[in-house]
């Protein structure tokens, strides 16, 4: 009885400890990426960002890993099985053990406070202390009480054989971070997209639509490109097509192919995640929400990691059911 108890003690111990070392080098690697995205999309550097999203993501960022739909199109690519089971681990552990989210969360962090983009990759590194402080408050939890230690144990597989340590340069850390920065700095520098429902089931019945100035050439990375430097991206798992719009373009501003082209290129985002990621969290309502969210029974929500705004023409039918009264997409003109 006593082995059997030690086992999943010693098996949540060393996952804390190894996940907070491993966030300490996405930290870092998040950091390099702040400084590209200034180049591409904000060099006046004005972009300001939640401190409480950015450290709540980065703490989340590997439950983000292993949510279904995001580890088909991110994991499957980068990770090792004993990442992906790491990261399936805490996601089912968290989600099965009500109100152990919230102890992740950053106490003591001021909700108002807001960072500078120029100012972010310094900031980074006070992010991991942050992190340090929940990742301690959540073992408290874990370990003082007997019902959360069993449900986090059971439904975590903490009691297998299967190591759940991470290595200290886990990849893949930093990506759910890298997509909030992303989108957030696209947000807040005038871009949006606007999402063809189709269905297109493949890349030809993408490049046949009949939908007016829609005709475009499939290319790499189901980047389908219209003329110049427009494009379109095409989602294969949820057969939808978005176009990307900046509002406010100046000499400095890329075109959507570049943008699009880019992301990939830098791995700053999954194209899926980013698109079918922004329309999920506007069509439940959440748009505008923090980054991590609760759900009422107290189990993590991170649907809407993706901050991008989503539109649809005047004149369209709401392509989901109104909430309160009101359709959740925005729309590309305003005096709708």
């Known amino acids: 009885m006593k082995s059997t108890l ?10 804390f400890t190894t996940y907070w070392t491993a966030l300490q080098y996405a930290a870092g690697q998040a950091g390099l990426v702040v400084q590209q995205l200034v180049d591409e999309l904000d060099p006046p550097k004005p972009t300001t960002f939640s401190w409480i999203n950015v ?4 703490a989340f960022g590997l439950a983000f890993l292993g949510a279904p739909t995001i580890a088909v199109g991110i994991l499957t690519m980068e990770a090792t ?4 089971y790491a990261a399936q681990a805490l996601l089912i552990s968290v989600s099965q053990t009500p109100g152990l989210a919230k102890a992740f969360w950053p106490s003591g962090t001021d909700d108002s406070k807001m960072v500078q983009i120029g100012q972010l990759d310094k900031q980074l590194g006070n992010a991991t202390q942050e992190m340090a402080n929940m990742m301690n408050t959540a073992v408290e939890r874990i370990m003082s009480d007997m019902p959360t ?4 144990a059971e439904n975590g597989r903490f009691s297998s054989n299967q190591s759940l340590s991470l290595p200290s340069k886990t990849d893949g850390l930093n990506y759910a971070l890298t997509t909030y920065l992303l989108s957030e700095t696209m947000n807040k520098n005038g ?12 890349a030809a019945a993408v490049e046949s639509s009949t939908y007016p100035g829609f005709s475009c050439k499939m290319g790499p990375n189901n980047i389908c490109t219209i003329y110049g430097d427009d494009a379109k991206y095409w989602s ?23 943008l699009t082209t880019d992301i990939v290129q830098n791995s700053w985002a999954a194209l899926d995640v980013l698109f079918d990621g922004a329309y999920n969290c506007t069509a439940d309502g959440k748009a505008g929400s923090a980054a991590i969210n609760f759900n009422l ?3 993590l929500d991170i649907a809407c990691i993706s901050q991008l705004p989503v539109k649809i023409p005047c004149g369209v039918t709401c392509y989901v059911p109104l909430i309160n009264g009101k359709c959740p997409f925005g729309r590309t003109t305003t005096g709708c």
């Open 191 to 202: 871009w949006y997209t606007s999402p063809f429902l189709g269905p297109y089931p493949n």
């Open 81 to 84: 099985n004993q990442i992906k």
């Open 149 to 152: 230690f069993v449900a986090f």
């Open 236 to 258: 294969q798992s949820t057969q939808r097509v978005y176009a990307l719009t900046n509002i406010k373009p100046n000499d400095k501003t890329r075109s959507p192919l570049q």
């Open 55 to 58: 450290v709540s993501v980065l």
């Open 6 to 15: 030690l086992t999943p003690v010693i098996a949540i111990n060393d996952f």
């Open 297 to 299: 029974d107290g189990t």
